[in-house]
């Protein structure tokens, strides 16, 4: 039997993807983080599924249950929200599986941060303006960030930032990025992205903190800064530019 690590995504229930429905359709057990999966989803599982809301357990007790379903022969949903491949802590439980020989799989999910980018109608890469992302968070009440992954030194890039895990700090993210970006770089905050109660804020570095304080923002949500947030004036991309050299169709001639 299998353990699967499904990417619930970032909460409008509808934007899971298609195999993880139908995954997570055929499993006879659940586990789910309640505090950030829409409950919709659970529609999915089979209607005699078992059932676990993993908020109060810790790594020990949520490896048993994957265990346990995986030896009573039984096919395991591991529902995460976002995509498993960011901020989801699936590691440790995939090294735990592996001690265990409990086979696993991924399917991923529609990530916090696209759905964000979507809520600001924003491409994140824009020609000439930023072509690099860097997703991060910071050490605060978590685990240390790993030395030259602080802001300060992440900031020197200029890159589009993407914060997890800050909207509670975002007096100090402001402070160690502006240095490097400027109190006039474009900055923005969604808040339960992708939910009925989602909500995007918009600004500069130099003012967001002051409008996630005033919306009493302090969770589940994403940060992000860079100039490509407020880019208007850039040249189109190559790869649609009336300039690019097409290929040719083949221009072979018939021998004989």
């Given at each position: 039997?299998?353990?699967?690590?499904?990417?619930?995504?970032?909460?409008?229930?509808?934007?899971?993807?298609?195999?993880?429905?139908?995954?997570?359709?055929?499993?006879?057990?659940?586990?789910?983080?309640?505090?950030?999966?829409?409950?919709?989803?659970?529609?999915?599982?089979?209607?005699?599924?078992?059932?676990?809301?993993?908020?109060?357990?810790?790594?020990?007790?949520?490896?048993?249950?994957?265990?346990?379903?995986?030896?009573?022969?039984?096919?395991?949903?591991?529902?995460?929200?976002?995509?498993?491949?960011?901020?989801?802590?699936?590691?440790e439980?995939?090294?735990?599986?592996?001690?265990?020989?409990?086979?696993?799989?991924?399917v991923?999910?529609?990530?916090?941060?696209?759905?964000a980018?979507?809520?600001?109608?924003?491409?994140?890469?824009v020609?000439?303006v930023?072509?690099?992302?860097?997703?991060?968070?910071?050490?605060?009440?978590?685990?240390?960030?790993?030395?030259?992954?602080?802001?300060?030194?992440?900031?020197?890039?200029?890159?589009?930032?993407?914060?997890?895990?800050?909207?509670?700090?975002?007096?100090?993210?402001?402070?160690?990025?502006?240095?490097?970006?400027?109190?006039?770089?474009?900055?923005?905050?969604?808040?339960?992205?992708?939910?009925?109660?989602?909500?995007?804020?918009?600004?500069?570095?130099?003012?967001?903190?002051?409008?996630?304080?005033?919306?009493?923002?302090?969770?589940?949500?994403?940060?992000?800064?860079?100039?490509?947030?407020?880019?208007?004036?850039f040249?189109?991309?190559?790869?649609?530019?009336?300039?690019?050299?097409?290929?040719?169709?083949?221009?072979?001639?018939?021998?004989?």
């Open positions: 039997m299998t353990v699967y690590f499904i990417g619930a995504g970032p909460g409008a229930a509808d934007l899971i993807t298609v195999r993880g429905a139908r995954t997570l359709a055929r499993c006879r057990v659940c586990l789910y983080a309640g505090s950030l999966v829409p409950r919709e989803l659970l529609a999915e599982c089979p209607p005699d599924a078992r059932l676990v809301d993993t908020a109060r357990l810790d790594l020990d007790r949520i490896t048993a249950e994957l265990v346990a379903a995986h030896e009573a022969g039984e096919d395991v949903a591991r529902l995460h929200s976002g995509d498993p491949s960011v901020f989801s802590a699936v590691a439980q995939m090294r735990r599986l592996d001690a265990a020989g409990v086979p696993y799989e991924v991923p999910g529609v990530p916090a941060f696209a759905a980018a979507a809520a600001l109608g924003r491409e994140l890469t020609p000439t930023g072509q690099t992302v860097i997703l991060t968070r910071i050490a605060q009440q978590a685990t240390p960030m790993p030395d030259g992954e602080d802001l300060a030194t992440l900031g020197r890039s200029r890159a589009l930032l993407v914060l997890h895990l800050a909207a509670r700090y975002v007096d100090r993210v402001v402070a160690e990025l502006l240095p490097h970006y400027g109190a006039d770089c474009p900055a923005a905050v969604v808040a339960m992205a992708s939910r009925p109660d989602e909500l995007v804020l918009r600004g500069t570095l130099g003012e967001i903190a002051e409008q996630v304080k005033a919306a009493g923002v302090v969770r589940t949500a994403v940060i992000m800064v860079g100039r490509t947030l407020g880019a208007e004036q040249r189109d991309s190559h790869l649609y530019s009336s300039e690019r050299e097409r290929p040719h169709e083949s221009c072979g001639t018939d021998a004989g």
